[in-house]
């Protein structure tokens, strides 16, 4: 593909078509990670630097918007400048400059996309906008010879869905939750029996220690590829109250709880891929970093899929996975113009 640079107009080929090696580096700032990252032609990592908030917001309980885009305030210039010394390469080496336009917090969004558009107006390269739930999907090429079609289940703190991708740039949502995304159930679950901020990943923990059959616990009975959140969620509310004045079995919640989660997710994305027909299938988002979804995921290699998940640190907020997104144009946004936006 073609993009303009900003500051002159030159034309510079971007994308696997482009006959040389690309070099983009990529801001990513849409929530509490201010992260930036050089990757060679969508798949090689030549730097990866990721300055995480949890130490700020871990008080809150949650992360505080306008805290945390001053927090990237501070740290973008830092992470910038890191991942030009970690990669050796200097502004004019790199083919363009791409940020992570949305979905996210606004003013969070617009520290990222104001650096990367700076650098390309300084330096004279194109600029190139990424939707921050397709960067999470291109996580999957990092480091790998992974090629579409694929079935992908994305799971993240704001998003749970099923998605046909056909090739790099045409991609079909067949599903998603209808109330809460699988990360934020993590989230209200693990506050509800006491665990602190990021709760997801603590959870993750305790459910290893713990009984995925102590509990029964209900499937969200939804239609076709969508999915619903809020009964289980209730109805590990229920069962923590049940328990009130006695000690709470906390690892087995934990494990019922992922059980339930994790074989819902998989069930759905098994029957989309057997449908569709296709060889592959991939998870993306931060909750793929599950240890329980990924088990379930992989199982599916003795039924003969090729399974891909992205190494952990591509599955949490990165700049990697934007930069990926950015070379082989999944959606991207390339114009001067291009505003933030929170939701999709
Ligand atoms: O993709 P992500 O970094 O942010 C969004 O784009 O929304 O995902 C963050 C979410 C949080 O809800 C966090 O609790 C969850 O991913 N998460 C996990 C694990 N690691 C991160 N949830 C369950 N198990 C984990 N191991
Ligand atoms: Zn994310």
Redesign the pocket.
Known sequence: MEKKSLFSDRIVKIGPDSGYDNYIMAIES??D?TACAIVKNGREVIANIVASQIKTHEKFGGVIPEIAAREHLDSINIVVQEAFDQSGLKPEDITAFAATVGP?LVGCLLVGLNAAKTLALVHDKPFIGVN??NA?LCANYIETDLKPPFMALL?????TQIIDVESYSKQTILGETIDD????A??KV?RLIGLPY????R???LAQEGNPAAFQLPEGKVDGYNFSFSGLKTAVLRLVKSFEGKELPVNDICASF?ECVSSTLVKKLKKAVEQRGYKQVVIA???A???E?RKKVFALENEGYRVNAPAMKY???NASMVASCAYFNTNTFDDIDVEVFSRV
């Open positions: 849409s929530c990670e996210g921050h739930l999470h799971v993240s703190g704001g998003h995304a699988v990360g934020e993590y989230d693990a990021p709760g997801g990943p959870l993750d923990k992922q988002g931060g909750v970093a599950n240890s979804i599955c949490t907020d």
